[in-house]
């Protein structure tokens, strides 16, 4: 009997007739499965990780491409060590881009909806792939997108996940973006099944983005005694209930209440608008006089913008004129842009006038 020669698995056997594509695709997968050998240098792993993205830009066929972005994708369980802020975040949202200008020209909705229900079913939790879940209509017609994510509500439903809450959470981004709050109230109340109010308030707040306001009441009424940051969005959400209705005196009370507990400049902006004008100024009067301290302050600048106050606004930079040195350029442009759109120039010019580049950085090298 002749014995079977035996066959070395060595790294070389193992490439030989692998294509380009099949090594980004194991790398990827290599990344997402936690085994490649970088993944305790982050740095090494962002050039591994943007070397692949440039080399999915690289091809051809956008089949592959996409594909190979859903892999890509599914490495973003390395986020969980980056810092905020890292460039790693910036290097996702560049693959979510890439992943919807593809997707957006490719006519096989179905291998779409498969990938984008992968991406779901296996969602990490982190921040990474959350792009592509808020971006379905860009990519997909509205039947499918729908169809797509009642598809993933159904595979939480029938089977057993361990990453089920971070499933629910893709599957709330998906109906957050499709302006769909049937799908949004079911993922949020199987992540909350007491249903808290912070819950309860949240889809009320999808219903009343759909322009369902009688669903968007029955949910306001089942909130019992919301306190601190629940209150807050209970009485907003009331705000805006009653305006919308045409009840302005409910408006109104509502309005002022919300203010009073929390005398935030946002909630000043909406309360001058309802109340009479000779009441708004009063309110603008006394949040001056006893919220603002004596520090220039940025959001009521903002809020004077939002509701066309010109000659209040000239006033409070006549009083913090010289702290207007102290803020950074481009907040200044915004300033100065948004006035410009509601023709008050002048102002905006003045504004400018306070505007400080910062100083490049000078390379020490170069100078020797």
């Not at 193992?14 to 740095?43: C, N, W």
Request: with cysteine; proline share 3%.
């Amino acid at each position: 009997m002749n014995k079977k020669k035996k066959v070395w698995k060595t790294p070389a056997a193992m490439a030989v007739g692998r294509s380009k594509e099949d090594d980004t695709r194991l790398v990827l997968i290599e990344i997402a499965k936690g085994r490649h050998p970088a993944m305790r240098q982050l740095d090494k792993l962002f050039e591994i990780l943007e070397d692949q993205l440039d080399k999915i830009d690289e091809i051809e066929n956008p089949k592959v491409q996409l594909e190979l972005l859903g892999w890509f994708l599914s490495t973003d369980g390395i986020l969980s060590k980056a810092e905020e802020e890292d460039e790693f975040y910036d290097l996702y949202a560049d693959a979510c881009a890439f992943f919807i200008e593809t997707a957006a020209d490719f006519e096989d909705k179905q291998f779409l909806m498969d990938l984008v229900h992968d991406l779901a079913v296996r969602h990490t939790g982190e921040d990474g792939r959350s792009a592509v879940f808020l971006s379905l209509n860009e990519f997909l017609p509205m039947s499918n997108a729908l169809e797509m994510a009642n598809s993933v509500l159904e595979t939480v439903q029938s089977q057993d996940l361990e990453n089920v809450e971070d499933v629910l959470e893709a599957l709330r981004d998906m109906a957050d973006g499709l302006n769909a709050p049937v799908i949004y109230e079911k993922a949020s109340f199987l992540l909350d099944p007491d249903r808290s109010n912070e819950t309860i308030i949240d889809v009320a707040n999808a219903y009343y983005l759909a322009g369902d306001l009688e669903t968007t009441k029955r949910f306001l009424s089942e909130v019992i005694d919301p306190g601190n940051k629940d209150e807050e969005e209970f009485l907003d959400l009331s705000v805006a209930c009653a305006h919308k209705e045409g009840d302005m005196d409910k408006a109104t009370k509502l309005a002022e209440t919300l203010y009073e507990k929390f005398p935030k400049e946002f909630h000043l902006a909406r309360v001058s608008q309802i109340v009479l004008p000779a009441r708004a100024e009063v309110l603008l009067d006394e949040h001056e006089k006893y919220r603002l301290g004596d520090n220039i302050n940025e959001d009521y600048i903002d809020l004077l913008i939002s509701i066309e106050k010109p000659d209040r606004l000239k006033a409070y930079i006549d009083r913090f004129e010289e702290d207007l040195a102290g803020l950074a350029a481009e907040t200044l442009e915004r300033f100065a842009e948004r006035l410009e759109s509601i023709n008050q120039k002048e102002i905006a010019d003045r504004l400018r006038e306070w505007m400080v580049e910062e100083p490049e950085d000078v390379d020490l090298d170069e100078e020797e």
